[in-house]
């Protein structure tokens, strides 16, 4: 499709598992961007590439948290040992350019931790 | 610093009647601003933005915003609420100062309508 990609949709997990998150970009997009927005809250922003590199990782809540980008393409956000407080839906977007271009969003994660 | 103030966290107005939603920024230097909105179970999409041309901006679905660099406001407004316009809505603010990059979201601000 033409939109941004997320799978899956929807995964519930035990705590202590790790989880892998997927998100395919707009093709041709060169930045992208992960974030969390948990039960009533704002976004809160994770981790942002350019191409493959990511240069703003201020966002990653620990050392469980990480994220890389292969091909300029398709990212994986992996979350290690996972805590309840992990719980929240991960939203991907992608744009053309970083700042000034939109951001085009996926229909995110929805990750349950029991 | 940056910053994004969305001063309502809900609104509510009647089928018909005008929507204002209140978004005022702080940045060092000259942004970009954006409103998405938010269905359930949906990603955000973008209503509109600014980039230092117009400072009235027209977004899809008949809503618009007005910057106002004075009182550091970009506020949503349309005329007449319909019900598909229910739904949370974020003010955001992105810059590019030198060698960085930074985008900032409001709290969001959820807009009932009412029949």
């Known amino acids: 499709g033409a939109g941004v990609s997320q799978s899956p949709s929807n995964k519930v997990t035990e705590k202590g598992k790790d989880v892998e998150l997927r998100c395919d970009p707009i093709?041709?997009?060169?930045?992208l961007y992960w974030y969390r927005q948990s039960l009533g809250q704002g976004l809160e922003f994770l981790i942002y590439?350019?191409?493959?590199?990511?240069?703003?990782k201020s966002g990653l809540p620990s050392d469980r948290f990480s994220a890389e980008r292969t091909g300029g393409s398709v990212s994986t956000l992996t979350i290690q040992r996972t805590q309840q407080e992990d719980s929240a839906v991960y939203l991907c977007?992608?744009?053309?350019?970083?700042?000034?271009?939109?951001?085009?969003f996926g229909d995110g994660t929805r990750l349950s931790i029991l | 610093a940056q910053s994004v103030t969305q001063l309502d966290s809900h609104v509510s107005v009647s089928e018909g009647t005008p929507v204002l939603l209140r978004c005022n920024y702080s940045?060092?230097?000259?942004?970009?601003l954006f409103w998405y909105v938010q269905h359930p179970n949906k990603g955000l999409q973008l209503l509109l933005k600014?980039?230092?041309?117009?400072?009235l901006v027209k977004g899809i679905n008949g809503f618009e915003a007005e910057f106002k660099k004075s009182e550091t406001s970009f506020h949503l407004t349309k005329p007449s609420a319909h019900m598909s316009d229910a739904a949370e809505y974020f003010c955001?603010?992105?810059?590019?100062?030198?060698?960085?990059?930074?985008?900032?979201f409001g709290a969001g601000t959820r807009l009932f309508v009412k029949a």
């Open positions: 977007a992608s744009s053309l350019a970083p700042s000034s271009q939109p951001q085009h």
């Open positions: 093709s041709g997009h060169t930045a």
């Open positions: 590439f350019q191409g493959n590199s990511a240069p703003d």
């Open positions: 940045s060092s230097y000259s942004p970009s």
């Open positions: 600014y980039t230092s041309a117009a400072t």
């Open positions: 955001v603010v992105s810059d590019t100062p030198t060698g960085g990059f930074k985008t900032i």
